[in-house]
């Protein structure tokens, strides 16, 4: 797989380079290098000079979307245990079903899912699963990004893979042949899934988050989702992140997964140690897990993103719905109509996103960042005041979305065209992933 072929100047009638200030530019320019990050942006009339050849679009290029929680391989899972709250869900019915799957089923769910990813303008996800060489190599083949984090866990069933020392062995081991990101791109980023302060022992979240700091590498976990799910913890230590606190993982780069039944203490814990909050709004509520304080979180200087979750959990992979269901429940639970703006919404799914996995050079379109672009149709009945820029914003988050995405580039090579994967057969991606879901439900 390659990069960019060579230096590119892409123009659009508008660009949104998601700065902190979610800025408008009208007929911009935005310059590729060879490598595959963006040389400039902004509006033409500032464009340096430039023989590179250049690609007009028409409507509206932005930066790829940041999904900074998902587990996308469980394409194949979706709808099953579809009305369980999240312990019954898991016990009972998703750790059976995965305990059947085989390497070559997570790569055809890991694909199917890439394609899906990339049809809704997002091009970076943060991955928590198993089966390492096959979701990386599935994010390879599809030309996507990824920041993958191998699950760690240690509960009944799951010995299969090894204990929970064999599986941070085979991170770390990873890492220190390769580095912390690898590939085409850097598309490869790799870090460490210690899956919940329930399915592992203290002194196993201990040593994975002391691998972690000594590499400067990424700890995803899930932290605080339902409010039964981690009770022991909670009257041992009086809160999860009271407990990663004294255990020492908050120390270093964390991404807590949900974030919905946090105290204030909690919160004011998880702004002083830096950690980030992966929101997942519609997983959250599909288990019946809660309603994060993301006001809350936001107000204390908690770095947020957004996450879909797996898609047999949240059942989509679309960041947009999740951005405004995140914006919904903000200002119904808030009673706060400006809560979250279209604006703070956007820069959630990209921005700041980003930032939330430690990646300045994801999630904007700013000189030195990857050049991680979408292509966006304004010829959509959902833009009704184009020329105006804060009614072009709410019309985009609000009433467009993932349907209106038409071509994607990461790293300066297209791998979206026309709504179409330019890597794999996006029908036969979808035939794999339903071939493993008969085999699942015949039993």
């Known amino acids: 797989m390659t990069s960019a072929a060579g230096p590119l100047r892409f123009t659009a009638p508008i660009a949104l380079p998601c700065d902190p200030a979610c800025s408008v530019v009208r007929d911009a320019v935005v310059d590729v290098d060879a490598d595959g990050r963006i040389a400039w942006a902004g509006p033409r009339a ?4 430039s023989d590179a050849p250049v690609r007009a679009l028409p409507g509206l290029l932005m930066p790829g979307l940041v999904n900074t929680h998902c587990h996308t391989p469980m394409t194949m899972l979706r709808g099953m ?3 369980l709250p999240l312990l019954r869900w898991l016990q009972d019915v998703m750790w059976p079903a995965e305990g059947r799957l085989t390497a070559e089923d997570v790569h055809a769910g890991m694909t199917s899912g890439c394609v899906e990813l990339l049809r809704t303008g997002c091009t970076t996800s943060v991955e928590m699963y198993f089966f390492t060489d096959a979701v990386i190599d599935a994010v390879r083949t599809t030309g996507s990004r990824a920041l993958v984090t191998p699950g760690i866990i240690a509960v009944p069933g799951w010995d299969r ?30 870090g460490y899934g210690p899956h919940a302060a329930y399915t592992l022992p203290p002194e196993a979240l201990a040593s994975v988050s002391e691998h972690a700091r000594d590499r400067g590498a990424l700890v995803h976990i899930h932290v605080a989702e339902s409010a039964e799910e981690d009770s022991a913890q ?26 919905v039944q946090l105290s204030d203490t909690d919160i004011t814990t998880l702004a002083g140690r830096g950690a980030a909050v992966a929101h997942c709004p519609g997983s959250n509520a599909k288990l019946a897990a809660g309603i994060a304080r993301v006001v809350d979180l936001r107000r204390a200087g908690v770095r947020l993103g957004l996450g879909t979750d797996g898609p047999a959990s949240g059942d989509d992979l679309d960041l947009w719905h999740q951005a405004r269901l995140a914006g919904l429940l903000a ?31 994801l999630g904007a379109l700013e000189a030195g960042r990857w050049a991680d672009l979408v292509h966006v149709d304004l010829d959509d009945p959902a833009f009704v005041a184009p020329d105006d820029d804060a009614q072009l914003l709410s019309n985009l988050v609000w ?4 349907r209106l995405v038409r071509d994607v580039w990461v790293a300066g090579e297209q791998v979206l065209a026309d709504t179409e994967p ?6 036969a991606a979808q035939g794999a992933v339903r071939a493993v879901a008969d085999r699942l439900r015949a039993g």
Do not use: C, F, K, N
């Not at 204990?163 to 220190?176: F, G, V």
């Not at 639970?333 to 990209?350: E, M, R």
């Not at 330019?422 to 029908?427: E, F, H, L, N």
């Open 46 to 49: 500032d464009a340096p000079p």
């Open 81 to 83: 245990g579809g009305d």
């Open 161 to 190: 893979l090894g204990s929970w020392q064999d599986m941070r062995d085979d991170i770390s081991a990873r890492i220190d042949a390769d580095g912390l990101r690898s590939g085409p791109g850097e598309r490869i980023e790799l």
């Open 234 to 259: 909670r009257a041992a230590y009086g809160s999860v992140p009271a407990m990663l606190d004294q255990l020492g993982v908050l120390d270093g780069r964390v991404l807590a997964a949900h974030g």
């Open 331 to 361: 200002r119904v639970s808030s009673g706060d109509a400006a809560a979250l703006t279209a604006a703070d919404l956007l820069l959630l799914a990209t921005r700041d996103g980003a930032a939330a996995i430690g990646r300045d050079d």
């Open 399 to 402: 009433a467009g979305g993932a």
């Open 422 to 427: 330019t890597r794999v057969d996006r029908a």
